[in-house]
């Protein structure tokens, strides 16, 4: 069969954001449908909350065991696998006839969805050399924006105008297209080296991060001192203890956490999973205050929060290009700094007549902000990781922002649920903005500190990635030159 021969870089961009897109929206996507699937089931909403935690926990399962997947066996095979699996679950999921069915089908698509984003990132920063990481990251910003803040929208209309069935099916024409066209377009990576399966590692890590994932999830939920949450919590951080022992043991361990000693790599992705854990905290507030505060509809709801991705495209073209200039650490810093500001004025939104609208302009001066933190601490944490490492520190690096999401989530969630979402009046049960105001105000504090962590970043570090294409050539030229002439060239 013919290939298409096109640029690698812009082959992997397709098939990268394609899938990401699929694999980020489902989540927002599914979250809308959650009320419809309680009536259709006939299921509490906490018993359909199954159907979230089931795909997150498998997820987590699998994330460990993605980059050495992908070096062993090739990261165009698993890529293509990964979709396979993702959009066949994904159909499975909207033939599903009763709540067990679909939560069985959720962990199948967690599966795909595990192996997907760590293999497709790697591929992206192998493609891309260390002087145009940052153009990789704004290709990434386009699905980690546009699907959060597009999936609201397009669930409501799907359960509104169709079936909860849709917001499944959605996901096959994009997981088709994906597949068709990486598996014409896209070249196979294999690591002359990946080492064996690290069955310890793949157990401890998997079923450790699992434990935990359940546990920050629901922990908001159903209490945080409930016996599952509290068992499910200590072991998963038992098991993630014994394996930080084991992996650092390893000579090539599958959870290489030998690549926390490069500085840059460690300081970047601890201050991304603060931010992460501060933005997407801030959106699950943002949408439950639509709708439960503000008593807006979920489409209402969805196309309000749309601002927001508007936001992030346009402030990752400005971070962009200022970054070859300044560098991350002054970017971050004010990008974080900007995000709690106007995270903060979210807690004093009333119920005014321009509430709304107050809320809009927030929601995009905060997706503008937060593209300057997600934009150069992709670009910069790989800058010093070897393209044989890259796989393990993508594993590492979504590993790490999945945790933070949930972290996140289950903070303010918490101080939702402890201060109360409604209250007594004489009239009766009236929104309780004191909930939402509070949950703003902790994210903006979340924030603060990772403005503060940012400064340690060393923009030094990260000179590779902030170097312009001509001067990028002439360091490549420089070091050929200093080669003995009877070294083999590079791969």
Not at 194 to 214: N, T
Not at 398 to 411: D, E, F, I, K, T
Not at 415 to 436: D, E, K, R
Request: net charge neutral.
């Amino acid at each position: 069969m013919a290939r298409l021969r096109l640029n690698p870089k812009i082959s992997v961009s397709v098939v990268f954001v394609s899938a990401m897109f699929m694999a980020i929206m489902d989540i927002t996507i599914v979250n809308v449908a959650l009320p419809t699937l309680g009536r259709e089931f006939h299921v509490r909403p906490a018993g359909v909350e199954a159907v979230v935690v089931a795909f997150l926990v498998s997820l987590a399962v699998f994330i460990p065991a993605s980059g050495w997947l992908g070096d062993r066996f090739g990261t165009k095979r698993v890529l293509l696998t990964a979709i396979v699996i993702f959009t066949g679950a994904s159909v499975l999921c909207g033939l599903a006839q009763s709540l067990t069915q679909l939560v069985l089908f959720r962990i199948l698509q967690g599966v795909g969805g595990g192996m997907l984003t760590p293999v497709g990132m790697a591929m992206l920063f192998r493609t891309f050399p260390p002087h145009e990481r940052i153009r990789a990251s704004r290709i990434l910003v386009t699905p980690t924006a546009l699907a959060p803040a597009l999936g609201p929208v397009v669930g409501g209309l799907l359960v509104t105008e169709l079936s909860w069935r849709w917001v499944f099916y959605v996901n096959v024409p994009i997981g088709l297209f994906a597949l068709a066209f990486g598996f014409l377009a896209l070249d196979e990576h294999r690591e002359p080296d990946p080492g064996r399966f690290d069955l310890p590692g793949f157990i401890l890590a998997g079923a450790g991060l699992a434990s935990v994932m359940y546990a920050v999830s629901e922990g908001a939920f159903r209490g945080w001192g409930s016996t599952s949450i509290v068992v499910s919590g200590l072991v998963g951080a038992a098991l993630l203890a014994v394996m930080v022992v084991v992996e650092l043991r390893q000579d090539q361990p599958m959870v290489d956490l030998r690549l926390f000693t490069d500085r840059l790599f460690r300081t970047t992705t601890l201050v991304f999973f603060v931010a992460v854990s501060a933005f997407l905290g801030t959106l699950f507030v943002v949408a439950l205050f639509f709708q439960d505060g503000l008593g807006a509809s979920p489409l209402l709801s969805g196309l309000s929060t749309f601002p927001e991705a508007l936001g992030v495209m346009l402030g990752a073209q400005v971070a962009t290009r200022i970054y070859p200039r300044i560098g991350p650490r002054r970017i971050i810093a004010a990008g974080l700094t900007s995000i709690a500001v106007f995270t903060a004025l979210m807690s004093l939104i009333g119920f005014g007549a321009y509430s709304l609208w107050e809320m809009r302009i927030l929601m995009f001066v905060l997706g503008y902000s937060m593209a300057h933190v997600f934009v150069p601490s992709q670009a910069a944490a790989f800058a010093t990781i070897s393209s044989a490492s890259t796989g393990r520190g993508s594993t590492l690096f979504n590993a790490n922002r999945q945790l933070g999401s949930a972290v996140g989530v289950a903070l303010l969630g918490t101080i939702l649920a402890t201060v109360g979402v409604v209250t007594h009046t004489a009239g009766g049960l009236v929104p309780n903005l004191s909930a939402y105001h509070l949950a703003f105000a902790t994210a903006a504090v979340i924030a603060l500190l990772g403005a503060v962590m940012a400064l340690a970043i060393k923009d030094s570090d990260a000179a590779p990635s902030m170097r312009k294409p001509e001067e990028a050539a002439d360091a490549e030229a420089e070091t050929a030159e200093r080669e003995p002439a009877t070294q083999p060239a590079s791969a």
